[in-house]
């Protein structure tokens, strides 16, 4: 059994070998250790269980279900609401008490940043969600992906999935980040060279010395978007994830030392098989963006030259504590306003918290985004807002401008994706800067 | 699992993501209530560009007055496409409206996972590979019929035939309707409790 991926051993570990021989050479079938689910895909998946394992089914673990509602919370629209409903409703006859319900203390925001926040994420985990940004999990070492909602209700009745193991990319990143830089250009980058369908099926597996300096929630950025190219990202465990998940978790003596011992063991051996493998300097990348309407359309911010009507910082991309903080940090640093509308909408209860409290030279975050003109409105009601366009009244969505230009640290610029206009995908530095000029900006050109 | 499916093509490129098949707003529509996946069916394609939806309708005007209550259908029962079919959201939304709007199969030169999976799972449509990218040898309104025991399309407006890739792992799957019925077949799960 030598000469695995992260990815295989993973895999191998949770495969059912008894029951994959049912499948005849076509796949495997594999526990889940978690399943995932939020307010838009919930409730279709949860129809689907009641009509194929009968109206008074159960699911397979109700400890190992999490609904965390998400995309559409603060709107007027009754059938959103409906939605929560249903989600509600399926939790207690379930017995799922992982529900972060809203308006309640427990309710928490953009699923893929709760997930690992709440404690549920660990390394080794088979992890499915009803939502294709369930790969931002790879960051701490688990094979995850999204899935539909038919494959969902199977999961909800069985606790297995029937899947074939993919083939893994290694992407290579010698050498440090230059400091104008951060985690959102890495992906960017990747995207940009190997196309929104470079990793189709794929596992994409993240690895170097700009990986490993890379904090939890910046791995969380790259593998995030391991989607937009088709892929799932994976980065090897180390100390850094050891130390996010035990401080977020509650684990016997027991528990946390097995998980060290597992930690070094969930790395590629050197002689594991790739179907490709790349290698970048990570000192000579830049700063980024994907601009519309594709993931994949990336360009250097310094060779743009495009004038914006806002700025969007948010999402599971980039609407972690982080991803203000790096933002924040242009604000204080260059001691400027925004120039165009800014929009914040953090990504998790946790995020805001952070937000209110963490400080830069005295001044709170929060300070200093409202000293420099942000708009606040959104600051207490974390969500998946307009990343995703959403019903009309969102928060953040372009209604109706098609020639709206907006510069966004969230994760897609498809055509009408957060509404209508034009969407630049970018790092949260280059949000910042590009608020305070009014255009595309390179933070070096501030 | 019908062995040709013959229809009218509406053809597109590369990249078209499933934002692009049923838009974000339209998701509070839940798929599992058959009402309400006629009306995704209704809303299909809704968010291609407006230009490009302007010359080329999916539902047509003559089909529009069923929108509202979901009984419009397009007259397509076969997409063309490039590379990158279905990329993007996870929504199963996607493949149900399609499936809802009477699309049978599409033929791309590529498929995301998710959205592949999906078709294959709820049994909406097939999801047929092309071994080529035959997406600028198709127009819409082209008449087309899929061979799947031969792995051929043929292009019946132009009198020209490609090849398809053989279905391979997700066949056993397609051939049952779909991954319940598959995993019944197989004896993984049993029967489906009549109520």
């Known amino acids: ?446 | 699992m019908a062995d040709t499916i013959k229809g009218i093509d509406y053809a597109l490129k590369n990249n078209i993501d499933t934002d692009q098949m049923i838009p974000a707003d339209r998701l509070t529509w839940n798929p599992a209530k058959p009402d309400e996946r006629l009306k995704l069916g209704s809303y299909a394609f809704d968010g291609l560009p407006d230009d490009f939806k302007k010359d080329h309708p999916f539902i047509t005007l003559e089909e529009r007055p069923g929108i509202a209550d979901g009984t419009a259908k397009a007259r397509y029962k076969v997409i063309t496409a490039g590379k990158g079919f279905g990329c993007g959201s996870s929504r199963e939304h996607a493949a149900n409206a399609l499936g809802a709007a009477g699309v049978e199969v599409v033929v791309a030169k590529g498929y995301a996972r998710i959205f592949f999976e999906n078709c294959v799972a709820t049994g909406e449509l097939l999801p047929a590979t092309s071994r080529e990218d035959i997406s600028d040898k198709f127009e819409t309104g082209d008449e087309v019929e899929v061979d799947l025991v031969n792995n051929r399309v043929y292009n019946l407006t132009k009198k020209t035939d490609y090849e398809i890739e053989p279905l391979g792992y997700v066949k056993p799957v397609v051939e049952a309707g779909g991954l319940f019925a598959f995993a019944r077949k197989v004896g993984l799960i049993g029967d489906k409790p009549k109520e």
């Open chain 1, 1 to 446: 059994m030598s000469g695995r991926t992260i990815t295989e051993k993973i895999i191998d570990g949770n495969t059912d070998w008894e029951k994959t021989k049912k499948l005849n050479g076509n796949g495997r079938v594999v526990n889940v250790d978690l399943l995932l689910t939020h307010d838009v895909c919930g409730p279709p998946t949860s129809g689907i269980f009641y009509q194929e394992f009968g109206r008074n089914a159960r699911v397979w673990d109700p400890r190992k279900v999490v609904i965390i509602p998400d995309h559409y919370i603060f709107t007027k629209d009754a059938t959103a609401a409906r939605n929560i409903q249903v989600m509600r409703d399926f939790a207690k006859e379930q017995g799922i008490t992982n529900f972060y319900d809203v308006e309640t203390p427990r309710y928490r925001g953009v699923c893929h940043v709760a997930l690992p926040e709440a404690g549920h994420v660990k390394p080794g985990q088979v992890i499915f969600g009803t939502d294709s940004h369930t790969c931002t999990h790879g960051a701490l070492g688990t094979v995850s992906a999204g899935i539909g909602n038919t494959t969902g209700a199977y999961i909800l009745g069985t606790g297995h999935a029937l899947m074939n193991v993919p083939e893994s990319i290694k992407f290579r990143l010698e050498n440090l980040l230059p400091a104008y830089t951060s985690a959102k250009d890495v992906i960017l980058k990747i995207i940009g060279e190997i196309g929104t369908d470079g990793a189709d099926f794929k596992a994409m597996e993240f690895c170097g010395p700009a990986i490993e300096r890379l904090g939890i929630e910046d791995r969380m950025t790259i593998c995030n978007m391991a989607i937009e190219a088709g892929g799932n990202g994976i980065i090897a465990p180390d100390e850094k994830t050891l130390d996010y998940v035990r401080l977020r978790r509650s684990m016997s003596r027991s528990e946390c030392s097995n998980l060290k011992k597992l930690i070094q063991e969930l790395q590629s051996d050197p002689e594991a098989k790739y179907l490709k493998k790349f290698v970048w300097d990570a000192s000579q990348i830049e700063p980024m963006a994907a601009c519309p309407h594709s993931p994949g359309n990336v360009k250097r911010v310094r060779d743009l030259d495009v004038k914006l009507d806002s700025v969007y910082i948010g999402s599971c991309t980039g609407g972690k504590k982080k991803d203000f903080f790096d933002a924040a940090m242009v604000f204080y640093r260059y001691g400027k306003k925004a120039s165009i509308p800014l929009l914040l909408v953090p990504a998790t209860c946790e995020v805001v918290d952070f937000i209110q409290t963490e400080k830069i030279g005295g001044k709170t975050l929060y300070n200093i985004f409202e000293e420099s003109g942000a708009d606040m409105n959104s600051m207490g009601q974390p969500s998946c807002a307009a990343c995703l366009g959403g019903p009309k009244d969102t928060y953040g969505r372009i209604n109706d401008e098609p020639n709206h230009n907006r510069a966004s640290t969230t994760n897609r610029n498809f055509p009408k994706r957060m509404g209508s206009g034009n969407v630049y995908l970018v790092s949260p530095f280059t949000a910042a800067a590009s608020a305070i000029k009014g255009k595309l900006t390179d933070l070096r050109d501030l």
